[in-house]
C-alpha cells in the first residue's frame, strides 16, 4: 500500500511515532468493527497530533493496517512526542472505549524514536524505522500491555529516552518509565515503556490473543 503523502524523506533527522491497535484481529471484530476501528483510530490520531503542537497534515503517514506510522519532519519539535502527545493519546482512546462497544474498544501500543528517515514510492525505510517497529513489536511490551489492562503502552527508544525524556524531566517524568529489552539484529537493546490509563474492568476488551 502507497503512503498517504508523497513527500520524500532523504535521509532527514526527524522523529518517528507509530501506534498499532492490540488485538486487532481479536475474532470478536468482524471486518465492519475492523473498519470502524481504523476509523476511529485515525480521528483520535489527528486530534492527538494538532492538541499536541505537532499539525497532524504537516506530519507524513503511513498505513499499517491494524496502525500508523508517522514522521514528525525537522522544522518540529520532537519533544512533543513524550509531552504532551501520549497523554491526549490516552486521554482520546479513554474516550472512545467509555462511548464503544466490547468489541469494538482498544489498547493501543505506541513507539516514538529519532533518526535518518527515508521515503521512496513504497513507504518509510531505513535503520531507524526498522528500530521504531522492533520496539512496537517487541513481545515485552505487548505483554505489560495484556497484563496491565492499560489504554495505553508508550515505549521510547534509548536514544529517544535518553535525549529527549530524561534530559527533559519538566516534560515527563523518567521514573514512570521501565526497561524493556527488544530483540534488533541478533542482538539486543533496551526500550523504556511507560503505561497510561487503567479503563476499568468492564470497559476491557479481554481476553485478548497476546501474540497479535
Known amino acids: ?29 468482524d471486518e465492519h468493527v475492523q473498519l470502524y476501528v481504523r476509523e476511529m483510530l485515525y480521528r483520535i490520531l489527528e486530534r492527538a497530533f494538532d492538541g499536541a ?17 508517522v514522521v514528525v519532519p525537522p522544522l518540529l519539535p520532537v519533544d512533543g512526542l513524550a509531552d504532551p502527545l501520549p497523554e491526549r493519546l490516552c486521554g482520546l482512546i479513554r474516550v472512545h472505549n467509555r462511548l464503544s462497544s466490547e468489541a469494538a ?8 524514536h529519532v533518526g ?3 521515503r521512496d514510492d513504497h513507504g ?40 529527549v525524556v530524561r534530559r527533559h524531566a519538566t516534560l515527563v517524568d523518567p521514573a514512570a518509565f521501565e526497561p524493556v529489552t527488544v530483540d534488533v539484529r541478533h542482538a539486543t537493546a533496551t526500550g523504556w515503556v511507560q503505561l497510561l490509563g487503567t479503563p476499568a474492568r468492564s470497559a476491557r476488551i479481554l481476553p485478548l490473543d497476546r501474540s497479535a
Do not use: N
Open 105 to 112: 474498544r482498544i489498547q493501543v501500543r505506541a513507539a516514538a
Open 124 to 163: 518509510f525505510a531505513g535503520d531507524a524505522a526498522s528500530h521504531l517497529f522492533r520496539l512496537l513489536e517487541a513481545p515485552a511490551l505487548k505483554q505489560l500491555l495484556a497484563t496491565s489492562g492499560s489504554d495505553l503502552a508508550f515505549v521510547a527508544s534509548d536514544y529517544f529516552y535518553d535525549t
Open 1 to 29: 500500500m502507497k503512503p498517504v503523502s508523497t513527500t520524500r524523506l532523504a535521509g532527514q533527522i526527524c522523529g518517528l511515532f507509530a501506534v498499532d491497535v492490540a488485538a486487532f484481529t481479536d475474532p470478536r471484530r
Open 53 to 69: 503542537g505537532l499539525p497532524w497534515h504537516s506530519c507524513p503517514h503511513e498505513d499499517r493496517g491494524d496502525g500508523v506510522v
Open 116 to 118: 535518518k528517515v527515508y
